[in-house]
């Protein structure tokens, strides 16, 4: 129940490992585990896409409890830097934020605009008052609806100002109760999908390889300043829009490559175990069977050619994507089908959310499968005279695999050790959590499958999952986070902030920040840090109910992953940025306020995919120690807590129907609005529990009942307290 601002350093400074060169490198597999500087031993990182913090958690820990799932915050639960009455009610904006329901017309909403130099537009030098003409809705889209993702009604642009609570994205917020979020972390650059995939992989979107272009990517200019990329300032290019990664067969539009080093790179140089695991990997034609079909029979995989599979055939709905036309109904979550699909449908693979992709030593253009379960992580691609072979799965996968991975861990099929080290997951369209394609609903699903599954194997005492966002899509958050690394192109819009429709009359102002200071890696168009965006860290390890403050970006997980293996600081990017801040708050990597390592003792938590709420069906409740356990909102029917103590449990609106709670001590408990109709409550210890406004139908109730609050509660003979001299006393 902490909300922290500067920690104590919690580990001593380790010096960093020099590493060789990358080619031809392999990771290790299997045996004993990479040394490590903390006591986490595996990263699983939850890459998901476009969501603002206060469109998720601006007013975080309270909720409306109207509709959607119930979330009930814990006594002491600390609060967020979040949508304030002022805000709510006073927004410098031209609309004020909202409240969106749990209903599917509020689920699937309109697209925002989250272009790099739109959205600094929408900051206006950091004022934040142009969100709605900046970046409301995407283009004059219409609103997902009759059969099509463009189909419905045109796009009111003040949606942009709207925000979710407990209630939609129920599973986010008990992740965030139970272990440990920030709200003061930020996307590294402004932009879309496909930098905010590099700056988790690389933390440098510099570096355009121009010699490795298809498509002819646009160039921004300060007149149409929203381009695939933009000068540097030094005759090159930074990626600044969605141009999809050269190095993959399912790219089929405008696409770069990148170079310099990324984080696999560095992974593969000291022989540490990785994976990016990405829905709708797998192609729907093998690569040999479609270069058969292109009249390329028996073409080697060392043998890339963009553009090879533009040209295949795919039958509705696919959207023809190369080799990879697997598609899937949005709204899979509130119900929708193929049949009925009034939402349309969405590619599972979206070429440019996959960041190594986009260099060559870490590609798997041809998206071949990994040899084996064994393989996964260790399958780094051959060089012959220097020259990569794309002839292994080289570290990309289907989340199928990693789903059958974990689960022959969890079954003993595998060892503890086949767990990579460093894991990205990258959830289907339809499920990553993108406006109009995808929806909390769907996206809560992906996450806590994953995580539910993870905390059944025996590696989850050493796993740590960050779950972390793309960009915001433009949704509106109030937190500016000044510039921290400055740029000064043609699509630089931040600082002297030219509002109103950029034209040749109106160009962009052409500034974020000071041109005295020279932006890293002397690449401009880089300008950050962009919008505040989620990230939750939730582990053993995590620092339970805590929101730190301490600043971090996407690239902060660069910067754990080279803090904790031991790794060198990639060349221009991001991932030492905060050095000095992280030495002004007293830690040693820029996360370091999200975790306990002294503790490392945090319960798994269950939760339902459907709900998000705590799910204890399958869980062992009976003779345990709970005592002070949150337990909140969670479903417990038919569960046993026989002989448990859970003298302070805060269990309040619980779902019991028909628990079992014979010979627990159950003093001081809180059940407000629980639900115990049928519970067995005989020879419990209820000295000081809490029953107001519970349902106690048909409940079985003995012993001293003196110290019990009741209010509004329903007896057990189906009476309410209020009724006769406030007790359910005589009423069982």
């Known amino acids: 129940m902490v909300r922290t601002r500067f920690r104590a350093a919690i580990l001593g400074v380790v010096a960093l490992a020099t590493i060789a060169g990358v080619v031809g490198a392999t990771a290790s597999a299997g045996g004993s585990q990479p040394k490590t500087a903390t006591p986490i031993k595996h ?375 086949a767990l990579p080290a460093v894991t990205y997951l990258k959830a289907p369209g339809i499920e990553d959590g993108h406006a109009a394609y995808s929806d909390p609903a769907d996206e809560q699903a992906f996450i806590v499958k994953e995580v539910d599954a993870l905390e059944k194997t025996p590696d989850w005492s050493s796993t740590a999952v960050v779950v972390n966002y793309d960009d915001s899509d433009g949704w509106y958050d109030h937190v500016y986070s000044g510039v921290l690394n400055p740029s000064q192109s043609p699509a630089d819009n931040l600082t002297g902030t030219h509002t109103g429709a950029i034209s040749a009359s109106n160009p962009t102002s052409g500034q974020c920040g000071s041109s005295s200071s020279s932006p890293l890696g002397g690449e401009q168009g880089r300008c950050g840090l962009g919008p505040r965006l989620p990230l939750l860290v939730i582990s053993p390890c995590a620092a339970q109910n805590t929101v730190d403050s301490n600043l971090s970006d996407q690239s902060s997980i660069l910067n754990f992953i080279e803090y904790n293996w031991h790794l060198p600081s990639i060349s221009g990017s991001f991932d030492q940025a905060l050095k000095a801040q992280d030495r002004k708050e007293g830690i040693p990597f820029d996360l370091a306020g999200l975790f306990d390592f002294r503790r490392c003792d945090a319960p798994a938590l269950q939760l339902d995919p459907a709900s998000g709420e705590i799910d204890l069906r399958s869980s062992h409740e009976s003779h345990q120690n709970l005592r002070g356990v949150n337990y909140s909102s969670a479903i417990a029917t038919n569960v046993s807590f026989s002989g448990s103590d859970l003298d302070q449990a805060f269990l309040a609106d619980i779902s019991a129907e028909n628990a079992d709670f014979r010979g627990s001590d159950l003093r001081n408990a809180d059940f407000t609005g629980a639900d115990l109709a049928g519970a067995n409550l005989q020879g419990a210890g209820l000295d000081g529990v809490d029953f107001r406004h519970a349902n106690l139908t048909g409940a079985q109730l003995s012993g001293d009942l003196r110290g019990v609050t009741w209010s509004d509660t329903v007896c057990p003979d189906g009476s309410n307290s209020d009724a006769d001299g406030g007790t359910c006393s005589g009423h069982s």
């Open 43 to 417: 990263l699983v990182v939850i890459f998901q896409e476009n969501v603002s913090f206060d469109h998720y958690f601006g007013t975080y820990p309270q909720a409306a409890n109207t509709d959607g799932s119930s979330f009930v915050p814990a006594p002491g639960t600390p609060s967020v830097n979040g949508l304030s009455h002022n805000l709510l009610a006073h927004n410098p904006n031209s609309a004020a934020p909202k409240r969106l329901d749990s209903s599917p017309g509020d689920q699937i909403t309109c697209d925002q605009d989250h272009n790099y130099s739109d959205e600094q537009q929408s900051f206006d030098g950091g004022k934040m008052d142009q969100f709605v003409e900046s970046v409301g809705t995407d283009g004059g889209s219409h609103a997902p609806g009759g059969g099509t993702t463009s189909g419905g009604a045109l796009c009111d642009p003040k949606i942009v100002m709207d925000y979710y609570d407990g209630n939609s994205v129920t599973a986010l917020w008990n992740y965030a109760q139970h272990y440990s979020m920030s709200d003061n972390s930020f996307g590294t650059t402004f932009g879309p999908s496909a930098p905010g995939a590099i700056n988790v992989a690389s933390g440098d979107t510099g570096g355009v390889d121009t010699a490795h272009e298809a498509n002819s990517p646009s160039i921004a200019t300060s007149v149409k300043p929203d381009a695939d990329i933009t000068p540097d300032g030094t005759g090159g290019y930074s990626l600044t829009s969605d141009a999809q990664p050269y190095w993959d067969d399912c790219s089929t539009r405008d696409a770069v490559a990148l170079t310099g080093k990324n984080i696999g790179d560095l992974l593969n140089a000291a022989g540490i175990s990785w994976g990016w695991f990405q829905g709708g990997f797998v192609p729907t034609t093998s690569f040999a069977d479609a270069a058969t079909s292109v009249g390329n029979a028996g073409q080697k995989t060392s043998t890339f050619i963009p553009d090879e599979f533009a040209g295949l055939a795919a039958p509705a709905p696919a959207s023809k994507q190369g080799i990879c036309d697997a598609v899937s109904p949005v709204g899979a979550a509130l119900g929708e089908t193929a049949a009925t699909h009034q939402f349309g449908f969405k590619d599972d693979y979206i070429a440019h959310h996959e960041p190594f992709q986009y260099y060559a030593s870490t590609a798997n253009p041809h998206h071949l499968p990994p040899a084996s379960l064994s393989a996964i992580g260790t399958d780094t691609q051959h060089y012959v005279g220097g020259v990569p072979q794309f002839d292994t799965a080289n570290h990309n996968y289907d989340t199928s695999d990693f789903d059958k991975l974990v689960a022959a861990i969890a079954a003993g099929q595998l060892p503890e050790s």
